[in-house]
């Protein structure tokens, strides 16, 4: 079974920063990662596909890129409504969907 | 516009059983698959299992697997999760989820979650 390890477990950070969150195949999943976004109490949403392509609606400051194991989604130019929980999880080679832990975003 | 409206959550005891449903619209729901998507307190995500759109086929994680059966109609637009031998373990918001034509387990679409308590 795939694993994804994502870090770093929480960021704090000012709006107008730059975040970057990184994700880890235990092995190799090509493209097929994508990233959703969970703000407090809702649910999660679709942020990007296909490693580095954004969802519908998606603001161009998420940015994802990565191949193979290893993975990131930066945020560039942070604000407020960032502030959320962002879950990477591959797709697409196995019957199941495996998500990483997540990274708790907080906007200072 | 996609729509997934989950219902069936309850406070239910460890051994009991529980029915959620998932009413769909907005597209052609028998072409896509579907998943059940879960969320313990305080914790991360977990796919619980899926169903094709047309051929019915079914996938389940190790954790439920011989507990849950999820099923669809795809005459009515609804995806169904039932839930036998329930455990302390399976309390969460259940998630309805309305995957990726193309991408099997790429969840496009979220439901906004029904709770599911297992306690005494």
């Known amino acids: 079974e795939i694993m994804l390890t994502q870090s770093p477990g929480a960021l704090s950070l000012s709006p107008g920063q730059r975040a970057t969150l990184l994700c880890r195949a235990s092995q190799s999943i090509t493209n097929y990662l994508a990233w959703y976004q969970q703000k407090p109490g809702r649910a999660p949403r679709l942020l990007i596909y296909g490693a580095s392509s954004r969802a519908t609606g998606i603001p161009d400051r998420f940015t994802g890129s990565g191949s193979g194991t290893d993975f990131t989604l930066t945020i560039r130019t942070l604000e407020p409504e960032d502030s959320a929980v962002y879950y990477c999880q591959h797709y697409g080679l196995s019957p199941t969907g495996t998500f990483g832990l997540g990274t708790k975003v907080e906007i200072k | 516009e996609v729509q997934l409206l989950e219902s069936g959550g309850d406070l239910v005891q460890p051994g009991g059983s529980l029915r959620l449903s998932c009413a769909a619209s907005g597209f052609t729901f028998s072409t896509y698959a579907m998943s059940w998507v879960r969320q313990a307190p305080g914790k991360g995500l977990e796919w619980v299992s899926g169903?094709?759109?047309?051929?019915?086929?079914?996938y389940y994680a190790d954790s439920v697997k011989g507990r849950f059966t999820i099923s669809r109609d795809n005459f009515n637009d609804i995806l169904s999760l039932q839930m036998r031998s329930l455990r302390v373990e399976d309390t969460a918001i259940y998630y309805c989820?309305?995957?990726?034509?193309?991408?099997?387990?790429?969840?496009?679409?979220w439901g906004q979650g029904i709770l599911v308590t297992v306690s005494s």
């Open positions: 989820v309305k995957e990726n034509y193309y991408d099997s387990r790429r969840f496009d679409s």
């Open positions: 169903i094709s759109g047309s051929d019915g086929n079914t």
